[in-house]
């Protein structure tokens, strides 16, 4: 039964529209519905008739079309379709419309070899595996690259109308880095696919120049009435001629990068070229050197990332160093793990010594990137605080996210899973008042009468001793900035002044070796005492202080914060 265009309109939309449950659909929806996809697709005003409909809904019922849509009627009132996961896209070929596709892959095959035909290979020879598997009812044997989960793709169809009709869009987005998403007006250009993702090319209104939206971030399209503005300098055909990917940028300039790609990957990169401009440089019996012509941006980076130990950039020298940190920053991810034997090791280790020193909670980047934010947030507290910084973390969020990172979270939790934080100072130079010189066990914590707001008395050891401290190292401890000295096993008891002195004339003292990121887990009556040479060079730290207790009626903590 021939089947005219603005039939099949129809037909797709009531299907659509009865695929969405969370609606009920009447007579007059579906009309309403039809007429506006009339319009859209085929710029049909006059609307259709209740009867049209009513015969639409008679057809995809029946086997005319083979669709034998199991459409029902509810309360009288209300279509849908009885089974909830029935849809006439779903339905098999019929042998009729095998036989025209048949024929339709004959016809293009006669193309093939064609320049101006090489799209079509890849379509081709998906339509010929198709029709074999339904024909023969056995299984495809070819298998093409998909990602049925990947976002966005309704939205191809509707982005693409636009560019055609050349149409500015509404579109809701939020990007990977941005917390909330915006909507903005769109001018769309282009439809591009790279590496199985779709991008959406164009111009945002009152932006200048062409940018690109990935459609799995796209989180809604609508009309807009704005009027179209045409693209000046886009051409499709040459505006990703100089790069990799999807990103360019205009002011960017074209750079010859040279790589040496080893025996192993050789033969894979000749075969297939990361880009048009590669160009065999030099070859010998370890590998080859190529040169290409484009852009530094992100796709580039991921090409020479992707091939892991088999690529070396020789040039440009920014490339190189950009890699060579990627390539580090990836090796601090394998470093920078604690396992679960560790974490015993590390609980071990304080209960019987008081002390214990992990090297690899933090990565580099991250102890960077705490370094920077302390430097932009506190940088002016330090100048009128000497150097101390106290209840650091009560409003400085973005430090709280940096240094609770999953390893040291881990580790607190393994201590005592019902710990929360007490106390938060920074040190910007190893402490050089008399107090932190001599041998001392931790005094007095940070807890204030809830009456006087005011400092209270040294609470019982008990307590005292359940109070564990993380010191996180910002910069290596040597002779020329402080030394930190402690006395293993010296946790077990609150001392008395001329017993402390006693311990430390007839004991060896220990000297962690602390370097950038090492981090200091100790008991609070642990003794410790700082050797400060005359002249303090910067010793950056962050001292923190653990507990599960709760205090006596009457007290409370000067900060807490809950993890």
Excluded at 23 to 40: G, P, Q, V
Excluded at 371 to 383: A, P, Y
Excluded at 524 to 549: C, D, G, Q, W, Y
Aim: charge should be neutral; include cysteine; proline fraction near 3%.
């Amino acid at each position: 039964m021939p089947v005219n265009r603005n039939a099949l309109v129809r037909y797709k939309t009531i299907d659509k529209c009865l695929q969405n449950r969370y609606r009920k659909w009447t007579l007059n929806d579906l009309i309403e519905a039809c007429s506006d996809a009339l319009y859209e697709y085929e710029g049909i005003d006059k609307g259709v008739s209740k009867r049209t409909i009513q015969a639409d809904i008679q057809v995809m019922r029946s086997d005319k079309l083979g669709y034998e849509a199991p459409i029902v009627v509810v309360d009288k009132r209300y279509y849908t379709y009885e089974d909830p996961n029935y849809s006439i896209t779903n339905i098999p070929l019929t042998d009729q419309d095998l036989n025209k596709l048949t024929d339709a892959v004959a016809f293009m095959k006669q193309f093939k070899g064609f320049s101006h035909f090489k799209e079509l290979d890849g379509m081709v020879q998906k339509l010929e595996d198709h029709i074999y598997s339904q024909k023969t009812q056995t299984k495809p044997v070819i298998d093409f690259e998909k990602n049925d989960n990947l976002k966005g793709l309704e939205y191809l169809d509707v982005l693409y109308q636009a560019i055609i009709k050349k149409e500015v869009l509404k579109i809701t987005y939020q990007s990977f880095k941005a917390r909330t998403a915006n909507s903005f007006a769109f001018h769309p250009y282009l439809l591009k696919e790279f590496r199985n993702r779709w991008f959406l090319i164009g111009i945002k209104e009152g932006a200048a120049g062409i940018m690109n939206l990935a459609l799995d971030r796209i989180e809604g399209v609508e009309a807009s009435e704005l009027w179209f503005q045409e693209a000046e300098d886009f051409e499709a055909e040459t505006y990703f001629k100089d790069a990799i990917g999807v990103s360019v940028s205009p002011k960017a300039k074209v750079e010859t990068v040279r790589l040496y790609v080893n025996y192993q990957h050789a033969p894979y990169v000749l075969t297939k070229p990361l880009h048009h401009s590669q160009e065999l440089i030099e070859k010998d019996h370890y590998g080859i050197t190529i040169a290409l012509q484009v852009q530094h941006n992100f796709e580039l980076e991921k090409a020479i990332l992707g091939f892991g130990e088999g690529i070396k950039v020789l040039a440009p020298d920014r490339l190189r160093r950009k890699i060579k940190e990627r390539i580090n920053a990836n090796i601090d991810l394998y470093n920078t793990e604690i396992t679960e034997r560790g974490l015993r090791a590390a609980g071990q280790k304080l209960k019987h010594k008081g002390l214990t020193v992990l090297n690899h909670l933090y990565s580099r980047r991250e102890i960077r990137l705490l370094g920077n934010t302390l430097h932009k947030k506190i940088g002016e507290r330090l100048k009128n605080e000497d150097g101390v910084v106290r209840q650091l973390l009560v409003d400085q969020p973005a430090l709280v996210q940096i240094l609770l990172n999953r390893n040291l979270t881990r580790l607190i939790q393994h201590i005592d899973p019902n710990a929360f934080l007490v106390k938060a100072v920074f040190f910007n130079n190893a402490p050089t008042e008399t107090h932190y010189q001599n041998w001392h066990q931790i005094e007095r914590l940070a807890v204030l009468s809830k009456d006087s707001n005011t400092s209270a008395e040294t609470l019982p050891d008990e307590m005292v001793r359940n109070v564990f401290c993380i010191r996180i190292h910002l910069d290596d401890t040597q002779e020329g900035n402080g030394q930190q000295l402690v006395l293993p096993g010296s946790h077990k008891k609150r001392f008395t002044r001329e017993e402390i002195d006693l311990l430390s004339n007839n004991s060896n003292s220990y000297v962690p070796d602390l370097y950038s990121g090492s981090v200091l887990l100790m008991n609070a009556l642990l003794l410790t005492n700082f050797s400060v040479p005359p002249t303090v060079k910067r010793r950056r730290m962050i001292h923190l202080e653990f507990t599960s207790s709760e205090l006596p009626d009457g007290l409370e903590w000067a900060e807490i914060l809950k993890l």
